[in-house]
């Protein structure tokens, strides 16, 4: 398996939002390893987004907002195993470090996670570029927004692309910690487990 380069992934993460209802149950490209780790991660973000939107909503009953919740903890969950599989996966293309490697505080799996975010934020962004029912001054904010997510994107790529390079050399390393979702576990969130008291 060669190692996916960053504009691979983002151009992915973009390909997705060109298909109505993909996060939802649309076709799956990839059926193993790095890149469906990689897919899925997306598309529990995807689902991420679509359930904080609901989340805020004033004019509906409570219970559709505690549902909601509920499925944002689920969809954030599977974010994080994904993220964990996708460090993984690329921590087995990588079994040559060096003595004197560097440590790198955030994982390939985590700056690929905030890309996808960041796909997110563009895709949303450019709608709101495209609207015709607001003023000309929110479209030109909203340019100037897309403009800096865009550079915030590619910044992230090359540091994601030099990682995953010096990784390939032994000269850098991250490692696959465990987020630990206490507020998940029911036998760790003292809220939960309080109730059966």
Sequence with gaps: ?????????????DSR??????????????????????EDNHRCNCLLW??????????????????????IDGHNQKRNDAIE?????????FPNKRENAK???????????????????IHHMRLQTLR??????HVENCLLK????????TDLAACLDRLLAEAARGESYFKVYRQFKMYNDPALNPAIYGEKR
């Design 1 to 13: 398996m060669n190692r996916p380069g960053a504009s691979e992934i983002t151009a992915l993460h």
């Design 17 to 38: 939002h060109a298909v109505a209802g993909w996060a939802k149950g649309g076709a799956v490209e990839h059926r193993s390893g790095v890149w469906q780790a990689i």
């Design 50 to 71: 679509d359930e904080e939107d609901l989340a805020r909503r004033r004019q509906v009953a409570d219970s559709e907002i505690a549902a909601n919740k509920r499925a």
């Design 85 to 93: 599989r996708i460090d993984e996966q690329l921590l087995g293309l």
């Design 103 to 121: 440590l790198s505080s955030e994982t390939a799996g985590a700056m690929i996670d905030r890309l996808s975010i960041l796909s997110l934020k």
């Design 132 to 137: 015709s029912d607001v003023e000309r001054a």
């Design 146 to 153: 897309l403009n800096r997510l865009v550079e915030q994107r």
